[in-house]
């Protein structure tokens, strides 16, 4: 069974940085992307970015020139780097696995908060 752990959020003013981690534990094999999704307060998860296999990537309109996808196969790890941090880009931030272009499992989130 397939386990998704992110880490790597928390407290940063507008305009700095933070990476996110989600490590996977398990088989991936059935699974051929891999996305990261937000959640604020009141509103809708939404896709932040994905990276497929082949690794071909999709980035949001609202962060894409400020986030950047990547993935380390060996280590089984998806990666979010985030530049440029707004207020509206807090939220929980969830990592998930993709099967036949849709989100087949979750991890738990971590939540970014920008303030200053």
């Known amino acids: 069974q397939v386990q998704l752990v992110e880490s790597g959020g928390g407290l940063v003013q507008p305009g700095g940085s933070l990476k996110l981690s989600c490590a996977a534990s398990g088989s991936l094999y059935v699974f051929n992307a891999m996305g990261w999704y937000r959640q604020a307060p009141g509103k809708e998860r939404e896709l932040v970015a994905s990276i497929g296999n082949g690794g071909n990537e999709i980035i949001a309109d609202t962060v894409k020139g400020r986030f950047t996808i990547s993935r380390d196969a060996t280590k089984k790890t998806v990666y979010l780097q985030m530049n440029s941090l707004k207020s509206e880009d807090t939220a929980v931030y969830y990592c998930?696995?993709?099967?036949?272009?849709?989100?087949?499992?979750w991890g738990q989130g971590t939540l970014v908060t920008v303030s200053s």
């Open positions: 998930a696995a993709h099967r036949f272009g849709h989100p087949d499992v």
